[in-house]
């Protein structure tokens, strides 16, 4: 079964209309986070926002906010007043293990392309 | 600060060369990972190191494929025998135990022709 699932293979959205990505995740761990990373067309991994399991508020950074539904298992990347500028690859990725001890897996991905 | 760094950028070679890609974490950072990025398979985790000690590397596709962390400002991967299959985008990430965000280099655009 697939950790992480992005349902959402492309998305169109025109500029200055808010974004919501989705991103399910599957885990047994009390203890775990969410990531979501952007990646351009030059092909950077962009580290945008992270989400612990055990934080009450829903994160937010800048234009990014990330939409925390725990009982569903859910991680929704929503990206407000979307700009040309946020057309990219967008990942939804978990850590299970608190501390850093192991590595992130990730969805297969969104890609978002913002129309003027 | 400096970021995550790798090299080469671009790599072109003919399969059955051998192939040593190079990473340079974040100062400071005491985890390293090595991704694997293609179309087909998406992002998968390699082997990750911490404090220089290789943790995981159930993700290692074959023999083939060695990684090295020497010291904690140097990390290699090394695909000896290259074959067509391995061309991808790898890459590399650090972090602290204690901080909750995964950098990554710009990585390294493999093709094995």
């Known amino acids: 079964a697939q950790k992480i699932t992005q349902t959402q293979p492309g998305m169109f959205v025109q500029e200055k209309e808010a974004v919501t990505l989705d991103c399910t995740y599957d885990?047994?761990?009390?203890?775990?986070?969410l990531f979501w990373y952007k990646q351009p067309s030059s092909g950077e991994m962009i580290f945008l926002i992270y989400?612990?399991?055990?934080?009450?508020q829903n994160a937010t950074e800048g234009r990014y906010s990330l939409n925390f539904q725990k009982a569903r298992k859910s991680a929704n990347l929503v990206i407000s007043a979307s700009q040309l500028g946020d057309s990219a690859m967008y990942f939804c990725?978990?850590?299970?293990?608190?501390?850093?001890?192991?590595?992130?897996?990730f969805g297969k991905g969104t890609h978002l392309i913002i129309q003027p | 600060d400096a970021g995550v760094i790798q090299s080469p950028r671009h790599e072109v070679t003919e399969m059955g060369q051998e192939v040593t890609l190079r990473c340079k974490p974040i100062?400071?950072?005491?985890?390293l990972f090595w991704y694997r990025q293609t179309m087909m398979r998406g992002l998968e985790l390699l082997i990750y190191?911490?404090?220089?000690?290789?943790?995981?590397d159930s993700g290692m596709p074959e023999d083939r494929f060695s990684a090295k962390m020497p010291n904690a400002s140097f990390s290699t991967l090394k695909i000896q025998p290259s074959e067509p299959r391995d061309s991808a985008v790898y890459f590399c990430?650090?972090?602290?135990?204690?901080?909750?965000?995964?950098?990554f280099g710009e990585g390294s655009w493999l093709t094995v022709v």
């Open positions: 990725a978990m850590r299970e293990a608190g501390g850093g001890a192991d590595g992130l897996t």
């Open positions: 885990t047994s761990d009390q203890s775990y986070g």
């Open positions: 989400q612990g399991s055990y934080d009450e």
């Open positions: 100062s400071g950072h005491d985890y």
């Open positions: 190191f911490n404090n220089n000690v290789p943790i995981d």
């Open positions: 990430a650090s972090n602290l135990a204690d901080r909750n965000t995964i950098y």
